[in-house]
């Protein structure tokens, strides 16, 4: 992790855990070109960005029960390098009058140049047929554009 020690399952990218925290699991990606394993939203600290803290990543919430025991999200990974840099030195240049420079912004998705991630928790459908993955989550990665990469799940 770029900032302090991973500690929780909720604290991953689509973290989850059962009730107790016993099982915990996340979504950990890496594109052969970022420095460090991608484990966590990237994001600014109240001093870096100008609208305040934020995070730089693109994610999705598209579903989920109230009780939690079904979630599904989408979450976009770069094939270039994430630019980290890029983004504190671009939020730190700007005034609170400006609007804040975004991931996209940098031209990283350009050319559908990015994976997609959906990590699910089981639905009832696992459950009633007593699936082997019931009680884990399921991870549908695809590639966007015409390159072939290779992504580390």
């Not at 001093?47 to 579903?63: A, P």
């Not at 025991?69 to 400006?98: D, S, V, W």
């Given at each position: 992790?770029?900032?302090?020690?991973y500690?929780?399952g909720?604290?991953g990218i689509?973290?989850m855990?059962?009730?107790e925290?016993?099982?915990?699991?996340?979504l950990?990606?890496?594109?052969?070109?970022?420095?460090?394993?991608?484990?966590?939203?990237?994001g600014?600290?109240?001093?870096q960005?100008?609208?305040g803290?934020?995070?730089k990543e693109?994610?999705?919430?598209l579903?989920?029960?109230?009780?939690?025991?079904?979630l599904?999200?989408l979450?976009?990974?770069p094939q270039?390098?994430?630019?980290?840099?890029e983004?504190i030195?671009q939020?730190?240049?700007?005034?609170?009058?400006h609007?804040?420079y975004?991931?996209?912004?940098?031209?990283?998705?350009?050319e559908?140049r990015?994976?997609d991630?959906?990590?699910?928790?089981?639905d009832?459908?696992?459950q009633?047929?007593?699936?082997?993955?019931?009680?884990?989550?399921?991870?549908?990665?695809?590639?966007?554009?015409?390159d072939?990469?290779?992504?580390n799940?």
């Amino acid at each position: 992790a770029r900032s302090r020690a991973y500690r929780w399952g909720e604290d991953g990218i689509a973290g989850m855990s059962d009730a107790e925290q016993l099982l915990c699991l996340s979504l950990a990606l890496w594109n052969g070109r970022d420095p460090l394993l991608n484990e966590r939203l990237f994001g600014l600290i109240n001093s870096q960005g100008n609208h305040g803290e934020d995070v730089k990543e693109e994610y999705f919430y598209l579903d989920a029960t109230p009780s939690h025991a079904y979630l599904r999200m989408l979450y976009k990974y770069p094939q270039p390098a994430f630019p980290c840099e890029e983004l504190i030195k671009q939020n730190a240049r700007r005034g609170t009058q400006h609007p804040e420079y975004q991931l996209r912004d940098t031209g990283v998705f350009a050319e559908h140049r990015y994976f997609d991630a959906l990590p699910r928790a089981p639905d009832q459908h696992d459950q009633a047929a007593g699936s082997r993955s019931a009680s884990a989550s399921r991870r549908t990665i695809s590639r966007a554009g015409r390159d072939a990469r290779r992504l580390n799940v």
